[in-house]
Nanobody, 124 residues
Framework: QLRLVESGGGLVQPGGSLEVSCTVS????????IGWIRQVPGKDREVVLC????????GYVDSVKGRFTIARDEAKNTVSLQMNNLAPEDTGIYYC?????????????????WGQGIQVTVSS
């Protein structure tokens, strides 16, 4: 059973940067596309960025383009989300998610494995 544990969330000022990480156990990343979903207050959950098993990334949120990047480290079995120039509207719970497929999906229900989520708050 794949287990995902997020770390690194917290409070950051607008314009600041934050990195959240996800540690994977129970299997290796070799079999999964893995990424991040967020729940922003008042909005539906959305797939932010995802790393395909066979390479490349997929992003589904226009507002984070150019600000957020995803990186997977198969040697360490981790995936991270680097968030720059953060804005208050980025505040929310960020979930590490995985699917045993070659490609990520924009559909929330497509992700089989979920972490417990971690809070990111952007506020002055």
């Amino acid at each position: 059973q794949l287990r995902l544990v997020e770390s690194g969330g917290g409070l950051v000022q607008p314009g600041g940067s934050l990195e959240v990480s996800c540690t994977v156990s129970g299997s290796t990343l070799d079999y999964y596309s893995i990424g991040w979903i967020r729940q922003v207050p008042g909005k539906d959950r959305e797939v932010v960025l995802c790393s395909n098993l066979i390479g490349g990334t997929r992003g589904y949120v226009d507002s984070v383009k150019g600000r957020f990047t995803i990186a997977r480290d198969e040697a360490k079995n981790t995936v991270s989300l680097q968030m720059n120039n953060l804005a208050p509207e980025d505040t929310g719970i960020y979930y590490c998610v995985a699917i045993r497929e070659y490609y990520c999906t924009q559909y929330i229900q497509g992700y089989t494995y979920w972490g417990q989520g971690i809070q990111v708050t952007v506020s002055s």
